[in-house]
């Protein structure tokens, strides 16, 4: 049973540019979390979705940043115009229920570099 | 609203020793609190979480937390520490309602051989 998958591991965009981050959640799992780490931070929650559904975006800057987990494939964290301040670990989290009880299970992570 | 301190945001112990990673909570409502385990490069492992069963939690590798209400807290401790022990540990919290995690900052771990 394959874990929570993300992709790419790595990822270098010039300021400017679009960065496009994949999470393809556990088997059986319709909950998805996005989270940012900062260089010696904490997680930060970003958004929750579920398939076809974003359900809590208050962690979400309001400009530039967009998320999607359509019917078929993968979630998807979108940013656009990257500046050097995105430059940060994004992971993505899946739970088969809804988090307030259930575990969430973790991805490896983008790491992704704006030069 | 939930929150989480942890103090210390590194600890050093040696190989053999007790490790005491401290957590406290702040919540409006009755938590549900989380231990994971983050090794570099990697994405996170839940050790252990508490969900208003039992107070004292075993978790993977030999870690457990105890939960006490009456001083918010969710230490994590393991009596003897291994090299493989070394990585950064977060606390988290959630709410019985609601969807989010939150994190605590972070402890790093560092095993002395």
């Known amino acids: 049973n394959a874990g929570v998958m993300q992709n790419p591991r790595h990822l270098v965009r010039r300021r400017g540019q679009e960065a496009r981050l994949r999470c393809s959640p556990m088997k059986g799992h319709s909950h998805v979390y996005w989270y940012r780490q900062l260089p010696e931070e904490g997680l930060k929650f970003m958004v929750y979705l579920q398939k076809e559904n974003i359900i809590d975006e208050s962690g979400m800057p309001k400009e530039r940043f967009s998320a999607e987990f359509p019917k078929e494939g993968p979630s998807i964290l979108r940013i656009q115009q990257v500046v050097r301040g995105d430059s940060a670990a994004y992971f993505c989290?899946?739970?088969?229920?809804?988090?307030?009880?259930?575990?969430?299970?973790f991805g490896p992570g983008t790491r992704l570099t704006v030069l | 609203a939930q929150s989480v301190t942890q103090l210390g945001s590194h600890v050093s112990v040696s190989e053999g020793a007790l490790v005491l990673l401290r957590c406290n909570y702040s919540s409006s409502v009755p938590p549900y609190l989380f231990w994971y385990v983050q090794y570099p490069n990697q994405g996170l492992q839940l050790l252990l979480k508490y969900t208003s069963a039992a107070t004292l939690v075993k978790g993977i590798n030999g870690f457990e937390a105890e939960f006490k209400k009456s001083e918010t807290s969710f230490h994590l401790t393991k009596p003897s520490a291994h090299m493989s022990d070394a990585a950064e540990y977060f606390c988290?919290?959630?709410?019985?309602?609601?969807?989010?995690?939150?994190f605590g900052t972070g402890t790093s771990l560092t095993v002395i051989p």
């Open positions: 988290a919290v959630s709410a019985n309602t609601g969807n989010q995690f939150y």
């Open positions: 989290a899946s739970s088969r229920f809804e988090a307030s009880t259930d575990t969430q299970y």
